[in-house]
């Protein structure tokens, strides 16, 4: 058997920047110099939002753990690149060479402790004690590694197609996006009426603007047809006021927008996506949001053929990108 040490034998331990996400700037992830925010959510691999780098603060150094020790306790994810973090996170750097894989193995060791944790008891003072393998079983280590290997294969960095297409948006039309789309507000369905699933089988759609609007896999117990939608279709969140596209079939939260076309296709949607992201961050926020009467009313600017909106375009193009072979 595995001997089992603290954290503490395996990892150093200290806290994080401490930083109120209010005064820091929020911007996207592809500004430069922006800088993931970690903080004590269990979602996005703890990234609530990412924030300009600030000069008169160092971030923590990437190839670490961070650990939330209040809110979603011992919530515990790897950070590849350099971050700051809010209140009550820790950074774990390990005390001798690991690989990623390894760290990974040693989040899960750590998050699996959760269930001696709550709102009521924090992980503050007791963290370094928690016991975990000193080594990572052979076998263990050797199927994570030939995991990786395969999902390193399924992630071809080569495009499905190798044409080149003009992206020259002054030859675009403004469309009417209710000639667009067929668009719907979905019927909504609380989160108290749910179970939560780990078969992967029905996502539940909310209005977060992260992880494609999904808040986690339900059981589709109880409900019926007219409760779920069908797949190929963007969904919208009145307050989060992004754009996703659904590849499987799915339920939804309160205020969501639904948006059909039926030559709409995982690769013309990604395209669309991007077209209505960019108008929905400019036409709507926190105190004015995305409600379907507002959608209905917007135009959207896109390649067209035949006075038309030019879906085989539009795919093909998304098509000609690095890794779209692995869609």
């Not at 979602?43 to 939002?49: A, D, L, R, Y």
């Not at 948006?259 to 690769?267: A, I, M, P, Q, V």
Request: hydrophobic share 35%.
């Amino acid at each position: 058997m595995n001997n089992l040490v603290k954290i503490s034998e395996l990892f150093d331990l200290k806290y994080g920047n401490s930083l109120e996400l209010i005064n820091l700037e929020q911007c996207k992830s592809t500004e430069f110099n922006s800088i993931p925010f970690v903080s004590r959510t269990e979602k996005n691999n703890g990234v609530s939002t990412f924030v300009y780098e600030m000069l008169d603060v160092d971030p923590n150094p990437a190839h670490t753990l961070t650990v939330a020790l209040g809110g979603s306790v011992l919530s515990t994810f790897y950070q590849p690149i350099p971050f700051y973090t809010g209140f009550h996170v820790l950074v774990l750097s390990p005390k001798k060479e690991m690989t990623a894989i390894e760290m990974l193995f040693y989040a899960k060791c750590i998050s699996s402790n959760k269930y001696k944790y709550n709102y009521g008891r924090q992980a503050n003072k007791t963290l370094k004690e928690i016991l975990i393998p000193e080594e990572i079983p052979i076998e263990t280590l050797n199927h994570l590694k030939n995991y990786n290997k395969n999902l390193r294969k399924k992630f071809i960095d080569k495009p499905f197609i190798s044409n080149k297409f003009d992206l020259n948006t002054e030859n675009w039309k403004y469309f009417n996006i209710n000639d667009v789309f067929d668009i719907s507000l979905g019927k909504p369905i609380h989160s108290t009426q749910l179970e939560e699933s780990n078969n992967y089988e029905l996502p539940y759609i909310t209005r977060t603007g992260l992880n494609n609007g999904l808040a986690y896999f339900a059981e589709p117990n109880f409900l019926t047809d007219e409760k779920i939608n069908k797949k190929n279709a963007i969904t919208i969140g009145a307050e989060g006021y992004k754009a996703f596209f659904q590849s499987n079939d799915f339920i939804n939260g309160n205020k969501i927008n639904i948006l059909r076309n039926k030559k709409l296709n995982k690769y013309n949607a990604l395209f669309l996506c991007l077209i209505l992201n960019k108008v929905l961050c400019d036409k709507f926020n926190y105190g004015r949001g995305a409600t379907n009467n507002r959608i209905k009313k917007l135009k959207i600017k896109l390649p067209f053929k035949d006075d038309r909106p030019d879906f085989e375009f539009m795919e093909n193009y998304i098509k000609t990108i690095k890794y779209s072979k692995a869609l």
